[in-house]
């Protein structure tokens, strides 16, 4: 592995740390009180939205962006075969997850939607730059 990946694994490993730290903590709040108002949450957000509380939504923020990024963080800092394939799934996850939240809760829209959707950008890139024939090895697609 070249100096230049090594530095973006390392980034990449601790850009996933972060993700999975900030988002256990506010999975749990939101699994212990559905009704979100442990963080200051509205029921009335979820008006029109496929959610009657923030069970379902608490349960997917812990397990994918709470657990998988800490996974992904592991498979990055063991330099796994997989890392670059699960930060750009994690990352186009967790971008993903940022565009069903505005559509769903609509606006306004909160600096942390922002942030976490450039840091999924960001992941996905990272995991792209540090293997981008990831993809290609697990389909058997070539770029040819």
Same mark, same amino acid.
């Given at each position: 592995? !070249? ?22 903590? =506010? =999975?749990?709040?939101?699994? !212990?009180?559905?009704?979100g ?5 509205s ?5 029109? !939205? ?33 890392a670059?394939?699960?930060a ?19 606006p ?11 840091l ?21 697609? !070539?770029?040819?």
């Amino acid at each position: 592995m !070249s100096e230049i990946k090594k530095w973006l694994n390392i980034v990449l490993c601790v850009l996933q740390v972060f993700i999975g730290i900030g988002a256990i903590p =506010a =999975a749990v709040v939101l699994i !212990s009180d559905p009704s979100g108002a442990g963080l200051g949450m509205s029921m009335d957000m979820l008006v029109g !939205s496929p959610f009657p509380n923030f069970l379902i939504p608490g349960i997917f923020l812990l397990m994918v962006n709470g657990v998988g990024s800490l996974i992904g963080a592991f498979l990055s800092f063991r330099r796994h075969e997989y890392a670059s394939l699960a930060a750009m799934g994690l990352g186009l996850f967790l971008i993903m997850w940022i565009i069903i939240q505005v559509i769903s809760l609509g606006p306004p829209v909160h600096w942390l939607q922002w942030m976490y959707f450039v840091l999924g950008g960001v992941e996905l890139v990272l995991g792209w730059q540090i293997d981008p024939r990831a993809i290609s090895r697990l389909t058997g697609w !070539s770029s040819r």
